[in-house]
């Protein structure tokens, strides 16, 4: 099968060859969604390469290696002083309009993984999934449609899992529907707090087998131990968020980890009660991407209705979260990168959360090469995505490129020089 090249790519590679003299980064076309990337540092998912290139044709990854002189046609794009990596996943956002992924891949977040519609109808957040599938500026987005759960809120006309009939009916719509996973919700803390009931062993256990049987993956929010022995119990896959009480607990890390149940720990949540949000919007790398609804959800006061709301009360939430994920770390378990992220529920937000998140994580104990592939590869795998999450041949070129090296200093993930979505360059 020969190749042809184009006057047109030789003029534009000519063009690109002079630009990289003078001014680097050189444009690109977007429409081509072609380019080399030359001599930067590769994170490809796994591991680090140096002095490296990247070859991008059509939006997929054609070549990676030194020296790709057999690709110089291509726009060239120079690398060095940068480190490119696979596109961020978050694994735990919450969708509601286009406004989310759009911001999100401002972030170099390029999928997004969204964990259940509790409040937004399941029809709105599955039309901004195929709006995202074809759209350039948005991230693409996943998502479990409605989540399961024994009680909805007033306004809500989702409905609820009250019995075992009740949960395999619950799992076939979704798998009639489209959804891409099941996620139900184990709400102990919730329970203990509010009075709201919670969802038995029973119920738990029939929604995650009928998912199954469904070929499709189930995750589940817990708050409490008790919760997390439930959903261990009922088979799931893994886990939204870690328990608020009780410690690094040796004993239930190991158990997670010995079932191989990923847990998605979402510490950008408690610590956004905190200075996480003002740690984001006053870094000075984020500038000229905060927007004024962004700069107002980083900036508005957020309550934590079952932390307590005095900063004692938030510091020990946050703390108590974070041996959690510690003792997660010292078990092995895979962790994967979420934020929690949502325009109005949470003080997470899209895309830009995800970078305090992989600071946060890194300080309980992952190294930067660990929650580097947690936010990229360890979540291709885990969510069944080949097609993305590693920079390596045959893969969309959904990539971020950063000034500095990640792996020396974890925040120049924040430092974002750009983002491609399957190759075509968010401008
Ligand atoms: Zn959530």
């Avoid at 099968?1 to 977007?30: N, Y």
């Avoid at 990676?64 to 694994?91: C, E, F, H, K, Y």
């Avoid at 409490?224 to 009780?246: N, Q």
């Avoid at 510091?315 to 934020?339: D, F, S």
Wanted: aromatic fraction near 4%; glycine fraction near 8%; hydrophobic fraction near 45%.
């Amino acid at each position: 099968m020969g190749r042809s090249v184009s006057l047109g790519s030789v003029v534009l590679a000519i063009c690109a060859l002079v630009a990289l003299v003078s001014a680097p980064p050189t444009a690109q076309s977007a429409a081509d969604a072609s380019f080399l990337v030359v001599n930067a540092r590769v994170f490809d998912g796994d591991r680090l390469l140096e002095g490296t290139d990247v070859a991008v044709e059509s939006g997929i990854i054609r070549a990676v290696g030194r020296d790709l002189t057999g690709w110089q046609r291509l726009a060239l794009i120079d690398g060095a002083n940068s480190t490119i990596m696979p596109g961020l996943i978050d694994a735990h956002a919450h969708v509601v309009t286009v406004a989310d992924p759009r911001q999100a891949l401002q972030f170099g977040v390029t999928t997004v993984l969204d964990l259940g519609a509790a409040n937004a109808p399941q029809a709105q957040v599955f039309g901004v999934r195929q709006a995202a599938r074809v759209a350039t500026d948005m991230a693409e987005v996943f998502s479990a449609g409605f989540l399961a759960s024994t009680r909805r809120p007033a306004d809500s006309t989702r409905p609820v899992v009250t019995s075992v009939d009740e949960a395999v009916r619950f799992a076939d719509a979704r798998r009639a529907d489209g959804a891409d996973y099941l996620k139900l919700q184990l709400n102990g803390a919730r329970s203990a707090s509010l009075g709201d009931p919670n969802m038995s062993e029973a119920i738990a256990g029939a929604l995650v087998a009928r998912a199954h049987a469904n070929g499709m993956k189930a995750i589940a929010h817990v708050e409490t131990l008790a919760d997390v022995d439930v959903a261990l119990a009922a088979g799931v896959d893994g886990l939204a968020h870690v328990w608020r009480r009780g410690g690094a607990n040796a004993d239930i890390a190991r158990r997670i980890t010995e079932r191989g149940v990923f847990v998605i720990a979402t510490l950008a949540i408690p610590d956004g009660f905190l200075q996480g949000r003002s740690r984001l919007r006053d870094d000075p790398r984020f500038q000229g991407r905060l927007s004024a609804p962004l700069l107002d959800h980083l900036t508005r006061p957020f309550t934590a209705p079952l932390a307590g709301n005095s900063f004692e009360d938030l510091r020990a939430n946050y703390t108590a979260h974070r041996e959690g994920v510690q003792g997660l770390v010292q078990a092995g378990a895979t962790l994967l990168v979420g934020t929690d992220a949502s325009a109005a529920a949470t003080p997470a937000a899209h895309g830009i959360s995800i970078h305090r998140e992989i600071e946060l994580l890194t300080e309980a104990g992952l190294s930067p090469l660990q929650v580097l592939r947690a936010a990229t590869s360890t979540t291709a795998d885990v969510f069944s995505l080949p097609d993305r999450g590693r920079i390596v041949v045959g893969r969309r070129a959904d990539l971020v490129m950063v000034r500095g090296n990640p792996i020396d200093d974890i925040t120049a993930t924040r430092d974002i020089v750009r983002v491609w979505r399957a190759g075509v360059a968010l401008r």
